[in-house]
Every structure is written in structure tokens, then in C-alpha cells.
């Protein structure tokens, strides 16, 4: 076994070797468990080597060993290496722009979020979600709403790290108003500014953190941009069934005198609505 030079893929009919490895046809073995052994301490390395991060502790999709699925003796690349691929772009780009999950929403994890008061009783709600998800049972999201502090971005940061963690699907979790900040800087750069909507439009399953208008859009033109962009998107969504997740300080109804019933209609046609207020 020895590693190329150059990072290009090769691809036979059955087999997908990786990016950086080659192995020669008087080195291929035939034993199963010999291939799968190789490929699991070969991946290991190579994991560092690509992502500066020791992948090899986390959890694969379950259906394969390290990313690759041996079958008869030959290995092939499992599709959850492009879902990580497809993640860490994701979370380069809302990096870049500053408009991503911060660092200790990132944390939030099983343990992390049950020690906040009050969600032990939602939690069995939103494991319930992430398993229906699992298996591509359940198409809607939640729209979480509550006073500021009682957990709402949490709840969200749990449900988005769980499913990432888990490689159920792609999630991105964004700030509503630097998010909006970011497509504005970025006019000018038709390449990002693409990205990013396409980010909000077409990543899999997305949350949209702290929605909130201090004004009403009549009150303010400068929003109505604002208001007319998450429009596009919430009604996107919606039609393709991506599920979406919202969280806000404002009650259903006080977000409806802000944005306006045909964005309030959609999101409930979309969501559940989970109210952190009886949860206390």
C-alpha cells in the first residue's frame, strides 16, 4: 500500500478508493475481515490528514465501517462521506460570514440540555422528532417560542447537533439578523451571496435562531427586504418539505402583526409549535 502524490479520486465499477490511497492489485486481499481491518486503520490516519480532526472517535452513518462498506472484499466509499463533505462546506461558509451556530451552541448536546430547567419535559418530544427523521417519517419542523433565556435556542442546538452527530442528514443551524447581515455584505460577491441563499434554501434540515422584528414593516420600509427574502425562503421550504426549524421571543400572533399573515400561515403550515412558556 502506498500514497499518491496527487488527491484525485480513482473509481473502478465496484470500488471507490481513497482520495490519498492506492492499493496494488499483488497487495489486494480477498479476506473480508483483512480489507475491513485495513480500511479502518488506513482511514483513521487519513482522517487527520484531511480534516485536521481525529474523525475516526465519531459515529459513522451505521452502515458502514469508517465510511466505507465492504462488500465482497472490496471496499467502497459510503455516502456519508459526502454528507460530511457537504456539512463541513456548510459550516465554512456561515463561519466565514459569521452567521453560523456559535461555538457553545455547537456543545449542546443530550446531557448539556437537560440541565436547563424545564427541558426534561420536552425532550422526549424532540428525541421523538430526531428519530422520525431518522427515518424519513416526519417532513415538518417546530417553531419554538418563548420568553428570552428559557431555552428556545437549545432545544434547537440540540435537535441540529444530535442529527448532525447522528449523520441522519446535513443541518445548519443560522441567526436570523446576521444571516440577513450577511446577505446584504455580500451583494456585491454574486458567488457567496449564492451560496448563502443557497445554504438557507436547500440545506436538508435548517434553524433559524431568534426571529424578531422590534417594528412593525409599515413602520419600517428598510425591512420590507427583510420580511420579502424570508418569504422566499419559508415558502420554498415549505413546498419542498424541508424540514425547518424557527425559534423566537415573540408569540405566534405578535410575529404575525410584524411579518405579516402569508409568512405566519406558512410557517404554521410547516411546523409544530412548541411553546417553552408551559415549560418552566
Known amino acids: 500500500m502506498k500514497r499518491s502524490k496527487n488527491k484525485k479520486t480513482l473509481v473502478s465499477d465496484e470500488t471507490l478508493v481513497s482520495d490519498e490511497t492506492l492499493i496494488s492489485d499483488e497487495k489486494m486481499v480477498s479476506d473480508e475481515k483483512t480489507v475491513k481491518s485495513t480500511a479502518k486503520n488506513v482511514l483513521s490516519e487519513l482522517q487527520v490528514d484531511q480534516t485536521g480532526v481525529d474523525d475516526s472517535k465519531s459515529k459513522y452513518c451505521g452502515k458502514c465501517s469508517y465510511g466505507w462498506i465492504i462488500e465482497k472484499g472490496r471496499a467502497r466509499r459510503c455516502f456519508c462521506n ?34 436547563r430547567p424545564g427541558h426534561e419535559y420536552i425532550k422526549p418530544a424532540l428525541d421523538k422528532y430526531i428519530k422520525d427523521l431518522g427515518q424519513d417519517k416526519k417532513r415538518y419542523g417546530f417553531f419554538i417560542f418563548g420568553k428570552p433565556g428559557v431555552g428556545k435556542s ?10 448532525r452527530n447522528m449523520r441522519i442528514m446535513t443541518a445548519a443551524m443560522v441567526n436570523f439578523s446576521r444571516t440577513l447581515s450577511a446577505l446584504r455584505a455580500t451583494f456585491k460577491d454574486e458567488f457567496e451571496h449564492r451560496q448563502l441563499l443557497n445554504v438557507l434554501f436547500d440545506t436538508p434540515l435548517l434553524a433559524i435562531d431568534d426571529i424578531g422584528m422590534e417594528q412593525r414593516v409599515t413602520e419600517n420600509p428598510e425591512l420590507s427586504w427583510a420580511v420579502s427574502k424570508f418569504y422566499e425562503i419559508i ?18 400572533e405578535q410575529l404575525k402583526d410584524r411579518l405579516g399573515e402569508p409568512i405566519m400561515a406558512r ?5 409544530m409549535r412548541l411553546d417553552i412558556y408551559k415549560s418552566e
Not at 84 to 112: C, F, P, W, Y
Not at 154 to 163: E, K, L, M
Not at 235 to 249: A, F, Q, V
Request: charged content about 25%; proline content about 3%; cysteine-free.
Open 267 to 271: 410557517i404554521d403550515a410547516m411546523t
Open 82 to 115: 459526502d454528507k460530511r463533505t457537504m456539512q463541513e462546506s456548510i459550516d465554512s461558509l456561515l463561519k466565514r460570514h459569521r452567521a453560523g451556530i456559535s461555538t457553545k451552541l455547537s456543545r449542546v448536546n443530550a446531557l448539556s440540555f437537560l440541565i
Open 154 to 163: 437549545y432545544a434547537a442546538a440540540y435537535i441540529v447537533n444530535t442529527v
Open 235 to 252: 415558502d420554498y421550504r415549505r413546498d419542498e418539505e424541508l424540514p425547518t426549524i424557527i425559534t423566537s421571543n415573540r408569540t405566534p
